[in-house]
């Protein structure tokens, strides 16, 4: 067993998820001491949070970075973290509504809207928070982003008009969910742990079977983040294959025929024909 083996088997953390089981390696109690000393800490967590991690790392040393690591070029994508996330979360877990004041489409304030909050969602295609809500003016599901947002206030809610809204947003949210498995070719089983990683940003499980020696990989994803798992499955080439999942079959297909037509022996004429064809199937 390798290093960091511990970390990322697959096999080791779905056996500790299974009985409830968290651990930490020393290297990353102090990593965890370092970050809670950032001025960002205080955001990300209550007060109460806060002091019971910083308690739990008093013996462990921060790493020493400033000879080790140097940043080149910073980054333009946003921050990961948002004020927002602590008072929405805060409020879904009180089961309660709120009073949302939110941006239009073009950048127009719009009045605060009594709602439910349901889910917060990080969306790895955009880089950015969405808030899935129901709308209690419009009586619909929406779905905002949080760079969006203006103001979040705690609003009583009936458990009636909770329990309307919670289901309304089940359905909405199933409707958006899609599924596609994914089957790892068994040459490549050695490479499990890279090619779960490449699809760590969704929710996945996954099956094994012994006598056929392969892996399936049931994922899930939103209609928004399709584009971004056929980035995944072009990255990861030859050592996957889509099973289950007609839209990402598809998309793939095409990927092929143009490939080919580029640089194979397949003509732009011919291509264009066999993807008509793919897409009649």
Not at 106 to 124: D, H, K, N
Not at 154 to 171: F, G, I, L, V, W
Not at 208 to 230: A, N, P
Request: glycine letters at 4%; aromatic letters at 10%; hydrophobic letters at 35%.
């Amino acid at each position: 067993m390798n290093l960091f083996e511990k970390i990322f088997s697959y096999q080791l953390s779905s056996r500790l998820e299974e009985n409830d089981l968290y651990t930490l390696t020393s290297q990353e109690r102090s990593w965890l001491r370092m970050m809670l000393s950032h001025p960002a800490a205080a955001h990300a967590f209550d007060e109460e949070t806060r002091a019971r991690l910083e308690q739990c790392t008093l013996d462990d040393e921060p790493p020493v970075l400033e000879h080790t690591l140097i940043e080149k070029a910073g980054t333009t994508d946003g921050q990961s973290y948002l004020p927002w996330l602590r008072p929405l979360r805060r409020i879904m877990r009180h089961r309660q509504g709120m009073l949302l004041g939110r941006l239009n489409k073009y950048g127009e304030p719009i009045a605060p809207q009594p709602g439910i909050p349901w889910r917060l969602e990080y969306s790895m295609a955009r880089r950015e928070w969405y808030l899935y809500w129901f709308n209690v003016t419009r009586f619909a599901p929406m779905i905002t982003r949080l760079a969006h947002l203006q103001s979040v206030e705690q609003h009583e809610m009936s458990n009636r008009t909770y329990k309307k809204a919670k289901e309304r947003m089940d359905n909405f949210v199933q409707m958006d969910r899609h599924k596609a498995v994914v089957q790892v070719v068994p040459t490549y089983n050695e490479e499990l742990t890279r090619i779960l990683h490449a699809f760590s940003c969704f929710d996945k499980k996954v099956e094994f079977d012994e006598k056929l020696h392969t892996y399936w990989i049931h994922v899930h994803f939103t209609g928004s983040e399709s584009e971004y798992v056929l980035n995944r499955l072009r990255f990861l080439g030859k050592r996957v294959k889509v099973v289950e999942g007609d839209h990402l079959k598809r998309r793939m297909r095409e990927t092929a025929l143009r490939a080919l037509a580029r640089y194979g022996d397949v003509h732009v004429e011919e291509s264009e024909q066999i993807e008509d064809e793919a897409f009649r199937e």
